[in-house]
């Protein structure tokens, strides 16, 4: 039946939670593509063939072109998706997404995030430079008190002090500074 | 809107406080506050009232609603009215909680208030409830919404308004497919995120 | 933050597609030439006239509209279920019937006589007022066996309004709890991520 592989698409987005983002399935769009191309064809030659008043083939021409909308449809609506994901997990994360995640985009959409990435600094870089993407929520305070909990080493904060974060210390941080490592799971927030 | 984000609002609410130390007029967004004098009382946004008693710079003279007598006659009246009463605040629920968590000392009785509260709380939250679930299954279109604080509203959504949009979109006559397949082959709306 | 706004389909939703691709039951009105091969019982050529056969609703449309095929209720929405939602909305498994029975439900409707059709819409949106009731009361009750086999019963529609409401609840009640500073930086780091990447328990 048609439109049965492109449907495979959407599936494999809403198996997982709208946050998440499956591996790119290049195999399965390329099937749909190929479907698409048979379709279309079969179409032209019987488009042909009605040329001569015979409009039998007319109920046929309709089928297929509403198989091809279809595919469409599923195409364009699984590379959104996935490029709204992409772009709500550069906000979760930071421009370098974790290893796992950026394995799963293929390589336009790498390229579509590093064009994102440009645009939003540039955009931040007309704000003075305010990280927009740092507070999800107004803050409460300046410093945050954070636990390691992996060896990071030595990280540098903005004044120049040096500070050394090593597994299970606790340190006093600002918040700025440790957000993205909180994110990224070197940190971890103590609350009071 | 999200319950961090009512909180927010709360804490731009003025109070009274006490400080410790002397200082000249502080300029915030929200406008000017200060000269500040050791003793003499002083109105502050309550951000700035729980960070300066974070650091012990200060004293926080609690709002005159939050002591146990006018609790306890408010929620006398919340639960006897079937209706939401007015409350004190329009933030009553947020300025008492960040109050009770930075500065439970500068207020009596802030065990009991707390027990006052939650009552007032649960009381409004079920009236809440039950009146979600008779609008829902009666359809309105609409509802007043009189007396409720910001922090209530928030905790109906989204269920309340995304069941009510879907209601309505149920009430509809001709479907998506339907609009669609009469565009079909013109450009499409981009999604809404 | 991120905005939630409520679900409205579009070209691009993967619920309306979901949904688009649910099968009804089809009677080819006009023989349509060379496709045979979508009527797995008929070793002919073509599509034949009279041929009874299910299509998914976003093909229907397109025939039903050039008067090329007939399309019929499918069993989640005939007479006979009709009835049953009638009498009691409360019990009846959606999730059973069709994943996204209201949305599928008002793409079938659009195919129907416009007498059928509005019954159909009118017992699709008595059925989600009359239930919306559980949704609440699912959102807040505490996990217990009893809730999840009721849970089960909710369409894809109804769970994620009863998912959405519960967060919200927890989320109240957490900062009723007065820790709300934490779970703002506790929403999102890279082991939240790998736990919500894993498939969910209700995905089909």
Known sequence: MFGV???????????TGPEALPLYNSETVRQVLEEMRVLYERNQRDVNNSVNEDSSYLGTVHLRHAALERNKRCLLAYLVNRLQRIRDLRWDFGSVLPGDVAGSLCEQEVQWLQNYNRHLATYMRGLDGLDLTQEHCPP??????????????????????????????IHLLPRSECLMLIRQGVLEHIPH | MDTCEVEFLAERELISITP??????????????????????????LWLAINL??????????????????????????????????????HFMEVAQLLLTAASEDIPQAGEIKVVLKDIWDSRQAKTRASCSLLLQDGGKHARVDNLTLMEINSVRPLLPHSMDMIRRLQMESSMEAQISQTQGSSFASPSQ | MKLNPSYEPNYFSLEDICATN????????????????????????????????????????????????????????????REILKAE???????????FYYESGVHVASLLEPEEANDLRKVLQNTFQTRSKDVISLSQAELSKEVIVREQLL???????????????????????GKLTSRELAAVSVSNYLKRKRPRDDAE
């Open chain 3, 89 to 99: 909305p409360a019990v009846v498994d959606l999730m059973k019937q069709e994943p």
């Open chain 1, 140 to 169: 409460k305070s300046l410093c945050l008190e954070v636990r390691c909990l992996q060896d990071y080493g030595l990280f540098e904060l903005e004044d120049g002090e040096q500070v050394l974060l090593k597994k299970d210390s």
């Open chain 3, 22 to 81: 649910s099968a009804v039951p089809c009677r080819v009105e006009m023989m349509i030439p060379n496709l045979g091969e979508m009527d797995r019982g008929s070793h002919s050529e073509h599509l034949e006239t009279g041929r009874r056969l299910e299509l998914p609703l976003w093909m229907a449309f397109n025939l039903v509209k050039r008067h090329l095929v007939k399309a019929d209720c499918s069993k989640a929405y005939s007479q006979s279920a």
């Open chain 3, 155 to 177: 369409s894809k529609e109804e769970k994620t309004l009863m998912l959405e409401s519960r967060v919200k609840w927890a989320e109240v009640e957490h900062w009723l709890s």
């Open chain 2, 20 to 45: 410790n130390f002397d200082l000249g007029v502080l300029h915030l967004i929200s406008g000017d506050f200060g000269p500040f004098k050791a003793g003499l009382p002083a109105e502050v946004p």
């Open chain 2, 53 to 90: 008693r974070q650091r012990r710079k200060c004293r926080i003279m609690p709002p005159i609603w939050l002591n146990v007598k006018t609790l306890e006659e408010i929620k006398e009246r919340e639960t006897q009215e079937k209706l939401f009463t007015k409350m004190p605040s329009e």
């Open chain 1, 5 to 15: 592989k492109a449907f495979e698409l959407i599936r494999d987005l809403t198996l």
